[in-house]
Structures are given as C-alpha cells and as structure tokens.
C-alpha cells in the first residue's frame, strides 16, 4: 500500500539523519508533527478490510467479501499474525481472530477481531457479518453479505516521551484519547461449477463516533472502493490448479492487482501456491507491488498456512520482508448440506 510505503521510507530518512536532528531540531521538530499528523489521515483514509493487512484473503475469502460468510456450509474459525517488514523497527505486526459458518439453510454468519500495531500507533477492529446464500442449480450458487465494523485508533502514551512532543498539542493529544469509527461493507459472491468471481464495497459508510459533528464526512467514501476477484479450478487428478485475479481499488489509493496460482495436492493435504502484486509505485523510477509464496499442510480438520513476501521498492534493503501465519479449523456441516434446498 502506498500508505505503508510512504510511512517507510519516511521512517528510513528520519533513521539516517540524526545529525541533521541535532542541528535543526526546532525546524524537523515540526515537519515530524506534520508527519504525523498526515500519517494519521491517511492512515483512516486507507483502513479497509482486512485485505490491506493480508495476504491470505485466499485461504480465508472473509477478510474481503462479506459474502463469503457460511458459503462453504461449513464451520471454520481461522487464527492469523502477519508481521510486515520483519527486522524493521516499529514495522507493523497484526493478529486476527474471526469465524463464519452456515446457520442454516441460507443464513451464514461470521465475527472478526483484529488488532494491529504500527510504531506508536494501535488499531482494534470488531466486525459482524450476516450473509444469505442461495443455490440456485447444481452448479450455480449466490451469496450476498453485510459487515459492521466498530474500530478504535489510538496513539500509544509513549509517545509523550518524545523530545519533540510539546505539552498541549492537541492533535496528538486527541489521538492518544482514542478515536472510534463505524463502518460497513457490502459483497457478493458467486460460483458456476468451478468457476467464481465476487465483488465487495468496503468503507461504504465511515462515520467518526467520537464526534457526531463529523458524521456529515461518512458519505465522501460511499461506493469509493471496490474489490473485485475472479477464478477458477482445474482438476488433474489429485491435482488441484487455482489460477485467480483480484483487482483492489481503495478510495484515492493506486489500484491494485494480484494475480494468484494455488495448487493443492493429495486429496487437498498440501498447498504450495505464489502471488504477484502489482501496485502504482508510489516514487518515480520504481516498480510498486510484491510477491510472496505460500505453503500449507492439512490434517483432517486443522490446517496450518504459511507465506512470504518481498517488496519492489528499494525499502526492502531495509527489511526481511514480511511473514504471515494462518491457523484454521474446517469442521464440515453434513446437515445444512442435506437439508439445502434449491431456489
């Protein structure tokens, strides 16, 4: 994200200038204020669903479309950690606990909780999802869903410590308070044989609850986002291939695109899969985006997942790249596939 990027290359400059700190401390002391300050917003401008954070939107399609909620008529609780640019202080590190399974026929629910922590910067999400599948034939099936989100973004008290804070700054100060947020999103999803696509609307509606005044803001990031994500599965065998594209376009940031190859193996035992993701470089002269590669193993009900990903801007000198751990639970739901009906 360019958000991410630009965060740390601006972590990198401030690194190697101690000296000019030294010598210029009341000037740097106010553009790293204003650092923050614009750190912050766009920050808020970017939070999105979890696909921002993640890479494993493929092992765990909640994390971007609501839809997908109770899809598989299955229960499936999934922990994750992803730690980005690994070696770097003050990188982002997020954990995520979330669940969806069928309740029912057509009712599929799902909660989210995630934190994350960015240098002094934390983030708390709660999420609720209701999705409703429909099974139209044999080999066409639909699904609609609705997130609400409540999210709370705060500044760590450390940060009072810093040389540069001055008592009564009220930017800081506020966010050291907390800020809280309303949002929701809204997705799509369907299959026809092994063949899919789903398109979700997240941040549809963000309003600031700590100040009501504000709520007047909310519709500026209306229908603003859009994830769109397509694929499909070929069988050879005991041989499964998942080509798939996901396209991600985030209000003003660059879009996004993914083009991702799953393989799995042995009546499904191991995953090995890659990704490539391109992005609108943020700096001239570069080439934005990642790729990762990914492994999995399954044992009955449990699977672990494992990913690594290495960045195309020159940051990644500074960085080990970024690692990411799911641990998921698949318990199959026989009844809802007995009793499920067609429309």
Do not use: C
Not at 55 to 68: D, E, Q, R, S, V
Not at 160 to 175: K, M, R, T
Not at 274 to 279: E, I
């Amino acid at each position: 994200m360019i958000i991410t990027n630009s965060f740390s290359r601006n972590r990198t400059y401030l690194s190697n200038s101690q000296i000019f700190f030294d010598t210029h401390k009341s000037t740097m002391k106010k553009i790293i204020l204003f650092a923050i300050a614009i750190f912050n917003l766009s920050y808020l401008q970017a939070q999105l669903n979890e696909e921002a954070v993640f890479g494993h939107y493929l092992i765990n399609p909640t994390l971007i479309n609501p839809a997908k909620a109770g899809y598989s008529e299955s229960s499936q609780a999934f922990m994750n950690i992803r730690s980005s640019w690994s070696g770097f202080d003050g990188a982002p590190t997020t954990y995520a606990i979330s669940y969806n399974g069928a309740a029912g026929e057509i009712l599929g629910l799902g909660l989210n909780v995630l934190s994350e922590n960015v240098a002094s910067l934390t983030r708390f999400r709660f999420q609720g999802t209701a999705a409703f599948r429909f099974q139209i034939s044999d080999d066409l099936k639909v699904a609609s869903g609705l997130t609400m989100e409540i999210s709370q973004r705060r500044l760590s008290d450390a940060i009072l410590d810093n040389p540069f804070y001055e008592s009564g700054d009220q930017v800081i100060e506020a966010n050291i308070d907390g800020v809280r947020y309303y949002d929701s999103s809204f997705g799509l999803f369907g299959n026809y044989k092994n063949s899919y696509a789903g398109i979700s609307f997240p941040n549809m509606i963000v309003s600031k609850l700590n100040d009501i005044s504000a709520s007047s803001d909310s519709a500026s990031t209306f229908l603003k986002s859009v994830i769109g994500q397509v694929g499909h599965t070929f069988e050879f065998g005991e041989i499964k291939i998942e080509p798939s594209l996901g396209i991600f376009k985030i209000n003003d940031l660059p879009l996004r695109i993914d083009v991702n190859v799953l393989a799995k193996f042995l009546e499904e035992k191991f995953t090995a899969g890659a990704s490539f993701r391109y992005a609108d470089a943020p700096f001239e002269n570069t080439l934005g985006g990642n790729a990762s590669v990914l492994v999995g193993a399954k044992v009955t009900a449990f699977q672990l997942f494992y990913s690594y990903d290495i960045y195309f801007l020159e940051f990644q000198q500074y960085n080990s790249g970024s690692h990411e751990v799911t641990i998921a639970f698949d318990f199959k739901n026989e009844a809802n596939g007995r009793r499920r009906r067609k429309f």
